[in-house]
């Protein structure tokens, strides 16, 4: 008995303290991150309907474009919290807001345009929100404990493929406006911005999702490749972007006094899993889940063309990975090496 006790005991020990560490997560960002906030907005970006979230506890759809949990939700758990309230849920207290909130908005990206033209909260609005927050906060346990707590909490920035999918890459003025380099330079700007901006409202822990390979989306693959292959020329700037993103946080880390700034690598193993699908458990890399036409990725997810098993896919719709994929990613994030997680991982990161 004594030795049940203390297998009980001690996770709980350290969920406990790893809570002391890191008291709540705020997230900004897309649909890799959104866990509801689309439901109250009127858009046509929406997930609030079956089959999304079948595979959720409870089973039923949450906002989540996915079969099941997102990377955050799971990083949520392994910190002892509980999920971010969503920001826009109006039942939302002060209490909530201590263990963190999801600003993310379904559809937006690192430019405001990207947002207004699908009707969603730009990230410029996620971060007027969280001042707003902040306010709310300070009001409850005052200036000095919401510094500390502010320096004690987690960031997350999760965006920037609808900038690429749904402007750039369809976009003839915005093509003729920006070069590929001038374009990667513009959202590294706005990101630089954003992180900056956190700063200054007290974030030291602040974490930023790299892109996926967009090429290797089915719907990409769908209207795009000739053989199911990634489309090289979509991937391309992508990886620049992300590199670019490296080398921004690795500045931005030696003139943010006391920051500790981190890069999330979400490209590698969404690529290596599509690509070599059996290595990593799935059964299906190229199609997707839920969907119909070429890879599954050519119309939009409904009862009527869902697959059986979300598990053996790496993409659950037309862009969204499978909840098995994101607990993959998950997974790099809190203990993987500097290849998944630069230069810290989560679990190093919160005893900082």
């Known amino acids: 008995m004594t030795m049940q006790f203390h297998s009980l005991f001690f996770p709980l020990v350290i969920i406990y303290w790893v809570y002391l560490l890191v008291p709540a997560v705020y997230i900004f960002g897309d649909s890799t991150v959104d866990t509801g906030n689309q439901k109250y907005l009127t858009t046509l970006i929406t997930s609030d309907y079956p089959p999304y979230g079948r595979d959720f506890v409870p089973p039923g759809p949450t906002g989540r474009f996915s079969n099941g949990k997102l990377a955050n939700d799971f990083g949520a758990e392994r910190l002892g919290l509980p999920y971010a309230v969503n920001y826009l849920d109006q039942s939302a207290t002060v209490q909530n807001y201590l263990q963190g909130v999801n600003f993310a908005s379904s559809g937006s990206g690192y430019l405001n345009i990207t947002g207004y033209i699908l009707g969603v909260e730009t990230v410029d609005e996620q971060l007027a929100f969280f001042r707003k927050v902040k306010e709310a906060i300070i009001a409850s346990i005052g200036v000095n404990a919401a510094e500390e707590h502010m320096q004690k909490s987690f960031f997350l920035i999760s965006t920037g493929s609808n900038d690429f999918i749904n402007l750039y890459n369809i976009d003839p003025i915005i093509q003729a406006k920006y070069t590929p380099a001038q374009y990667e330079d513009l959202l590294i700007s706005a990101l630089s911005g954003y992180i900056q901006a956190l700063y200054s409202y007290g974030a030291r822990k602040i974490a930023v999702d790299s892109l996926a390979p967009l090429g290797c989306l089915p719907q990409q693959v769908g209207l795009f490749s000739k053989a199911g292959e990634c489309v090289d020329s979509i991937n391309e700037p992508i990886i620049s972007f992300n590199a670019a993103t490296k080398n921004l946080l690795t500045q931005l880390s030696s003139t943010l006094p006391g920051s500790y700034l981190v890069y999330f690598n979400a490209y590698d193993p969404i690529y290596e899993a599509r690509n070599n699908p059996a290595a990593y458990g799935f059964r299906y890399g190229k199609e997707a889940c839920c969907g119909s036409g070429a890879y599954s990725g050519l119309s939009p997810c409904t009862t009527l063309n869902v697959c059986n098993v979300s598990d053996a896919h790496v993409f659950w719709d037309l862009f969204h990975p499978t909840e098995k994929m994101y607990g ?23 005893t900082f």
Do not use: F, K, R, T
């Open 328 to 350: 993959m990613l998950a997974d790099g994030y809190w203990s993987g090496p500097p290849s998944l997680a630069y230069p810290y991982n989560l679990q190093q990161l919160v």
